[in-house]
């Protein structure tokens, strides 16, 4: 991947901002994490079309929430150890390494606890955000070979 100075600083502030959201959402009292995830519920249900509803209590939401999350921080671990020379499994090691600190935040958090499984759905997440990030990075590099190569015949 192309490096340069710009481009680590984004990635970089964009790795610290989503680790904050993160972890700042794992340091929220069971009640405010759950009522958060009603108002965003709640907020889906208006936008859905009418007739169409979300069932549930919003245990499905918040776990759809937390593979979304890693799947950001999964793309950002991968373009930023890409763009200094430390690909392969670098990015879901350190991943890992955020799902057990979330977990273990919540150990702390009244009417939170951990749980293996978030760590392997989080984990999940990361690995998506792995793959994502290496497909679009080959097909920008196929795409950008193709008109090279178009403009070279012309």
Not at 4 to 20: D, E, F, G, H, K
Not at 113 to 138: C, E, K, N, Q, W
Request: aromatic residues 8%; proline residues 5%; glycine residues 10%.
């Amino acid at each position: 991947m192309i490096r340069s100075r710009r481009r680590l600083r984004i990635c970089t502030v964009l790795l610290i901002c989503n680790l904050a959201f993160i972890w700042g959402n794992s340091l929220l009292p069971g009640p405010v994490s759950g009522a958060f995830s009603d108002a965003v519920k709640d907020l889906l249900q208006e936008v859905l079309p009418a007739g169409e509803s979300l069932s549930g209590s919003g245990g499905l939401l918040r776990k759809l929430a937390h593979f979304t999350e890693f799947t950001l921080l999964g793309m950002c671990l991968t373009w930023l150890l890409g763009m200094l020379g430390k690909p392969g499994c670098w990015p879901l090691f350190l991943g890992m390494a955020a799902a057990c600190v979330d977990e273990t935040i919540q150990i702390f958090v009244p009417d939170r606890g951990p749980s293996v499984r978030d760590v392997a759905l989080d984990s999940s997440g990361v690995l998506a955000g792995m793959i994502l990030l290496h497909l679009g990075h080959t097909y920008y590099k196929r795409r950008k070979q193709r008109n090279t190569s178009w403009r070279k015949d012309q």
